[in-house]
């Protein structure tokens, strides 16, 4: 007899949530060695290996989500396949906060779409927070929907709610801010409405806020005394923040541009683009944009306005604050792709579902082939991006192993210059050395039982402190020329 599967089984999402995971596995490099931005989360809570720099522009939610692993071991393969399962997991319990809202198999149909993205892919097993706000925006707005649309907000979905705006936060305090925004919003309309004609208190609305703030409040509440503690305030943090990330100027067509793979910068020395990387993908893109706003409407009809916008505005609202010309924009937006997954699964659907008999076949062949050209059209994209990606990491390999038959070992400080004589194997290979890593230094004092070691991209030349320093270059890691003091004579 067939095993047949009702349509809001729990098997779907547990189906979606391995798949993607099992993507990961095998599409990655998951062998691939730490690199800049991962070994200072790597490095923050570990008995391996020195502290490395903390910025401006970090918070504390990357280094304690791999806490588990990196007190115990700095293998970096250890770390992706830990990411790797946790991602799984993550994106399992992010859909089942939608549950109740939406049929199982068609939640696990916006899980293979935002998991087949490749940027989804390539972030799952690094060391960036980026993946994890969008799993933390996806189950906050799916769990203030299930309280606000059935008017029975449980302790259950407030704890859950609060968890998961603090989870959000802890990752990327701006993130949840601007992901909190539309949902306090919508709330506070709701509680007015409600007062208005009822004269009293809408107490599932009320405290749907209150778990909000409680999630904000401990999410962003280490962020803050941390900003006192390290940055003078938060308000100098946030202006910290702005320089190294290209300001705060709007630009929604740099933006853009990463739809189609490429990176963006504001800053000069971080590479950027003018034109569209892949622009073949582009057609895709509008395809999902055309999807989710069919999505909408469908939604819309069937649930009410309030579900099938939810995610849409927070959607906006988190691609509003990454329209700024930041570094790298692709991974930021990942957040943005995780909510609109709800809405396009809707609009695929409402096309399969709703659409005339003799119309139907062709609704699903159209389906079937968006999702292929998606899974073609990105993986594509993310080999290209992992082959870019091993190459750097081998750089940073052959540094930190170039260094060491020079003699380098801890403990020892490794430093570069500013851009764009910045080498970016220098942290990595600090943290693989063992040696601690400064950003830059106007000076320095050789003592007794560290060495210094300077690395340079390009012909330029070390701090006036490290001229008289016999410089070596390192083939292997590029174009990089290590200049290496020695530690004082006893």
């Avoid at 997991?89 to 939640?107: H, S, V």
């Avoid at 407030?158 to 919003?185: G, N, Q, T």
């Amino acid at each position: 007899m067939a095993l047949r599967i009702h349509r809001d089984s729990i098997v779907w999402l547990v189906a979606a949530a391995a798949a993607f995971t099992l993507a990961v596995m095998l599409f990655t490099p998951m062998r691939m060695s730490l690199g800049w931005d991962e070994t200072v989360y790597a490095s923050q809570i570990s008995q391996h290996v020195p502290i490395m720099r903390w910025s401006s522009e970090r918070a504390r939610g990357m280094p304690l989500l791999v806490a588990p692993v990196t007190l115990f071991t700095d293998s970096a393969v250890v770390l992706r396949f830990y990411l790797a399962l946790l991602a799984g997991a993550g994106l399992f319990l992010a859909l089942l906060a939608w549950r109740g809202l939406r049929p199982a198999w068609l939640l696990a149909l916006a899980g293979v779409i935002f998991g087949g993205l490749w940027v989804t892919q390539s972030l799952a097993p690094q060391l960036f927070p980026n993946y994890w706000i969008g799993i933390g925006a996806l189950a906050s707005a799916g769990l203030f929907l299930r309280g606000l649309v059935t008017g029975r907000a449980t302790t259950g979905i407030l704890a859950a709610l609060a968890a998961a705006v603090a989870f959000a936060a802890l990752m990327r305090p701006a993130d949840a801010v601007f992901l909190a925004i539309p949902l306090l919003a919508i709330a506070a309309v709701r509680i007015v409405r409600h007062y208005l004609a009822q004269r009293s208190v809408d107490r599932c609305a009320g405290s749907l806020v209150l778990a909000i703030a409680v999630g904000l409040a401990i999410g962003l509440g280490d962020w803050i005394v941390e900003s006192y503690l390290y940055f003078t305030d938060p308000v100098v943090r946030l202006q910290a923040a702005g320089r190294v990330t290209g300001g705060t100027r709007f630009d929604p067509v740099t933006s853009l541009r990463i739809l189609s793979g490429g990176r963006a910068s504001s800053l000069a020395g971080y590479p950027g683009i003018t034109g569209w990387s892949h622009p073949g993908l582009l057609p895709w893109w509008l395809a999902f944009a055309i999807l989710a706003a069919v999505g909408v409407y469908a939604a819309a009809r069937t649930t009410g306005w309030l579900p099938a916008l939810v995610p849409v505005l927070c959607a906006l609202s988190i691609y509003i604050l990454y329209s700024l010309p930041v570094r790298d924009n692709a991974r930021y937006l990942i957040p943005v792709w995780a909510l609109l997954a709800i809405p396009a699964a809707d609009g695929i659907a409402w096309l399969v579902g709703h659409t005339r008999k003799q119309a139907r076949v062709a609704a699903v062949a159209a389906a079937a082939v968006f999702l292929l050209i998606e899974f073609g059209t990105q993986h594509t994209l993310l080999t290209t991006q992992s082959t870019a990606l091993q190459t750097a990491a081998s750089a940073n390999t052959h540094a930190a192993q170039a260094l060491q038959q020079l003699g380098v070992h801890a403990p020892c400080v490794v430093t570069t210059l500013k851009r764009p004589s910045f080498a970016p194997v220098s942290e990595p290979a600090a943290y693989h050395l063992g040696c601690a890593f400064q950003g830059t230094m106007g000076k320095v004092t050789l003592s007794r039982n560290r060495q210094v070691v300077v690395l340079v991209q390009g012909p330029a030349r070390p701090g006036d402190f490290a001229m008289d320093w016999r410089g070596h270059r390192l083939a292997s890691a590029g174009d990089v020329t290590a200049y290496i003091g020695r530690p004082a004579a006893r």
